[in-house]
């Protein structure tokens, strides 16, 4: 029993790590915004020498769930702009900038959310 003792607290220090490593490069904060522009069109090149359009969407309002605002910035790879009026649930890594988003209805916005983006 006294053997094993030292080897549960090693793992249990190293799971802990790991999770705090994975939250501190892939965690974030969301935050809700509404796509008010079709964000600046530009086109770079891959390592590869493929050319993909890429559209910016600079300086856009986000809130978090307490009706906080920030300003992000949204780079999407893609070949039609976002859809104009839509709300987008992001998860912002503040190392990182966006993470991910997907698109939501007005309805799942938390309530001071909806009195922001009105």
């Known amino acids: 029993m006294k ?3 030292p080897f549960l607290v090693v793992l249990a220090v190293f799971t802990a790590g790991c999770f705090y490593a994975y939250n501190y490069f892939y965690g974030g904060t969301s935050y809700y ?3 008010t522009t079709n964000g600046e069109k530009t086109t770079e090149k ?3 020498g493929r050319q993909y359009t890429v559209y910016i969407y600079e300086n856009q309002s986000a809130y978090n769930e307490q009706g906080e605002k920030t300003t992000v910035t949204l780079r999407e790879s893609r070949e039609k702009p976002l ?3 839509a709300y987008l649930k992001l998860i912002v890594n ?3 900038g966006v993470l991910r988003w997907e698109e939501v209805t007005k309805n799942e916005l938390p309530e001071k959310v909806q009195n922001k983006l009105d």
């Open 3 to 5: 053997k094993i003792i």
């Open 33 to 35: 915004t509404q796509i």
């Open 46 to 48: 891959a390592t590869d």
């Open 83 to 85: 859809r104009l009026k």
């Open 94 to 96: 503040p190392r990182k």
